[in-house]
């Protein structure tokens, strides 16, 4: 007997489970927020050089504006250069525009307000010259959410699950708020940063706190519907955004919240499978007595005791080991190549996911719909993620969206420029396949690890999906080089990660989650060794199959 046997004898996927899957996926919709936020509170909108404070002319008259400022090739004036002295022979229709000395926008700037009011561009003045300092602020916010992936997912297989999902909710709600409050870049980059590091935490813990809790049957439908949950943050985010432009009213709105979230998370359960595996028994038994009666099965939970619930999962937790590091990630044959290979895929899934997600502006759209449109493509693509997860497999799934997406990707450098609607879509399709294959990346590595390092192990694959959110910009830039290089290396990285997913990892379908690592090297064991047994079977028949016509000729 194992664990899953004790749930489905409590209730299975009951009532439990869903209210508890639901205030855990609650907060992670929001964080989805989170994650996006800077394309709407870093927005750049059109601006030029502001006059000098003694000009007699006003600020956005248009004599002013082409008497000192040149156009660009779009008759756009520009951003970041103005003429030294005023031209003011341009106002003439009959004058030829000859060479001009410039020179950079010595009095600041003035920004179209029309669609954003106030963004951190526009407050800190993040243009030209320091235009990448707009840059280095999401580069700091994943920074933030690469160290938390290290630092909570260890911090969950020594503390258990549920204090460092609290303690998550909490600072992103004190450093969101403080991020709005204080007006200093600076200081907004520091509280980036503490916020960026809760998003691993949230995400990291809930994902597991749902699947420890589930029965087998209902871990797919449950790690599906944390992709939902994150999609529809992004929809939400769209709304939000286009309501309330100031960015610091938009910055705490989507903080707010996460300070109710605290508040209840004190009276979520702790994982029992952690408090098992960690000789916690008696909290382990209150805890699936509760989950008993939440149910409708009192009854099942009053006659539960710790000798009955060590007789479901003495032969899974009999070989735990009492300290776990990062060295067990590696430390035997079937780890190794599940760690190796994980490593690839997440930093693949990351870099081309937010390669494409994360400057909304380049596709010349409304960044709203173009927002909208990303989040509304991705509900489909799940749609048929969790489908083919259910009937086909994780393995394929996974390998099967990356690869598409991959092709994708690379199939949109040969769209004209010219044509935004057209690249935006085909854009959002790529991006909903990432988004897919990512939340199914998600679920399978829960599955492909023991509980015993679970959360090392997904802290641990996190940290390369956090290194492809910071190697995403940089590849951008490539850009610069070659118009082609950024859409080639995002694609090639993520058909690469799909054949990686099919020659090396295996299929968890309907598979009891393993509890420990001598679990897991005795099912490839096993695996191995019904393999070989089929191949011999199969060469058995084979010979015989080529025996029977030379004993008929003979």
Not at 258 to 270: K, R
Not at 379 to 406: C, D, E, H, N, Q
Request: hydrophobic share 45%.
């Amino acid at each position: 007997m194992a664990f899953t046997d004790l749930l489905d004898a409590l209730g299975g996927v009951g009532r439990f489970q869903l209210v508890y899957t639901a205030l855990l996926l609650l907060p992670c919709s929001l964080l989805a927020c989170h994650n996006f936020l800077q394309n709407f509170t870093a927005a750049m909108p059109p601006h030029h050089c502001r006059r000098p404070a003694n000009h007699t002319a006003t600020n956005d008259s248009g004599a002013w504006l082409r008497a000192t400022i040149p156009l660009d090739q779009h008759g756009v004036p520009e951003s970041c250069q103005r003429f030294t002295e005023p031209q003011w022979t341009h106002l003439s229709p009959n004058t030829s525009v000859h060479s001009v000395a410039t020179e950079s926008c010595k009095h600041g700037w003035v920004y179209d307000r029309s669609i954003f009011p106030s963004t951190i561009v526009t407050e800190w003045d993040l243009v030209c010259e320091a235009r990448t300092l707009r840059d280095l602020a999401q580069s700091i916010y994943m920074a933030g959410v690469l160290l938390g992936a290290a630092v909570f997912g260890s911090l969950a297989d020594r503390l258990g699950r549920k204090a460092p999902l609290v303690w998550s909710y909490l600072q992103l709600a004190v450093s969101g708020a403080a991020t709005a409050y204080f007006d200093s870049f600076s200081t907004y980059c520091v509280f980036r940063f503490l916020m960026g590091m809760t998003f691993s935490g949230i995400i990291l813990n809930s994902l597991s706190l749902v699947v420890e809790w589930m029965p087998t049957r209902g871990r797919t439908i449950a790690g599906i519907l944390l992709g939902y949950s994150f999609t529809m943050g992004q929809l939400v985010l769209a709304g939000v955004a286009y309501l309330i432009r100031p960015w610091r009213w938009l910055q705490l709105a989507v903080s707010a919240p996460f300070l109710i979230f605290f508040l209840y998370s004190w009276w979520l359960p702790e994982s029992s499978r952690w408090l098992l595996l960690h000789g916690k028994s008696q909290k382990a038994v209150q805890n699936l007595r509760l989950v008993a009666v939440v149910n409708g099965r009192k009854e099942e939970g009053e006659r539960l005791t710790m000798e009955v619930v060590r007789s479901y999962v003495q032969s899974e937790f009999a070989s735990v080991r009492t300290s776990n590091s990062v060295l067990d990630l590696f430390r035997t044959p079937a780890i190794r190549k599940v760690t190796c290979c994980l490593m690839v895929v997440w930093f693949s899934n990351s870099v081309a996911y937010y390669g494409l997600a994360m400057d909304l502006q380049k596709f010349g759209l409304s960044i709203y719909l173009v927002q909208a449109l990303f989040g509304i493509i991705d509900i489909p693509a799940m749609l048929v993620a969790t489908t083919t997860m259910i009937y086909v497999g994780r393995r394929v799934t996974v390998a099967s969206f990356l690869i598409l997406a991959g092709l994708m990707v690379i199939a949109n450098m040969f769209v004209p420029e010219d044509l935004q609607a057209l690249r935006t879509a085909q854009a959002a399709l790529g991006k909903g396949c990432l988004a897919s294959s990512f939340i199914c990346v998600y679920l399978f590595t829960g599955e492909l690890y023991p509980t015993e390092i679970r959360q090392m192990g997904m802290g641990f694959a996190s940290v390369h999906a956090r290194l492809g959110g910071l190697a995403a910009p940089l590849v951008t830039t490539l850009g610069e080089l070659s118009p082609i290089l950024p859409s080639v290396s995002f694609g090639a990285t993520s058909v690469l990660a799909g054949l990686a997913v099919l020659c090396f990892l295996t299929e968890t379908r309907n598979l009891p989650l393993l509890e420990t690592i001598a679990a897991m090297e005795r099912r490839v064991k096993e695996n191995l060794s019904k393999k070989d047994a089929s191949d011999k079977s199969e060469e058995i028949s084979l010979q015989q199959l080529g025996a029977s016509p030379l004993k008929e000729t003979i």
